[in-house]
């Protein structure tokens, strides 16, 4: 799949995910910088990139496992674009 095609998924998909997530103890919110997210939650658990090209810029994909949650953030020019916060599945 092409960086656009996953680029168009993200966008279309943003009216069924969350709008804003805990991370740490601050709420991190879609247009938050990264600085305030490191402020709030550190360094990611996992920590995905994804290369742009002529059409999209690149994207970063945040992932912060928690003891029972797990907050994915997709961040496109150093802000948050979308929010993910999802239960963990316990084995």
């Known amino acids: 799949m092409t ?4 680029w168009i998924l993200v966008l ?13 103890k601050k ?3 879609r247009g938050d910088s990264i600085d305030r997210v490191r402020d709030a ?4 658990d996992r920590l995905d990139r994804i290369d742009g090209d002529g059409e999209t ?4 994909i945040w992932t912060y496992q928690r003891r029972d949650r797990t907050v994915t953030l997709w961040v496109v020019e150093d802000r948050i674009v979308q929010v993910s916060d999802k239960a963990s599945s316990t084995p």
């Open 3 to 6: 960086c656009r095609w996953l």
């Open 57 to 60: 810029p690149p994207m970063q």
């Open 12 to 24: 279309a998909a943003s009216s069924v995910q969350a709008q804003s997530a805990l991370v740490g």
């Open 41 to 44: 939650g550190g360094k990611p």
């Open 27 to 29: 709420l991190i919110s």
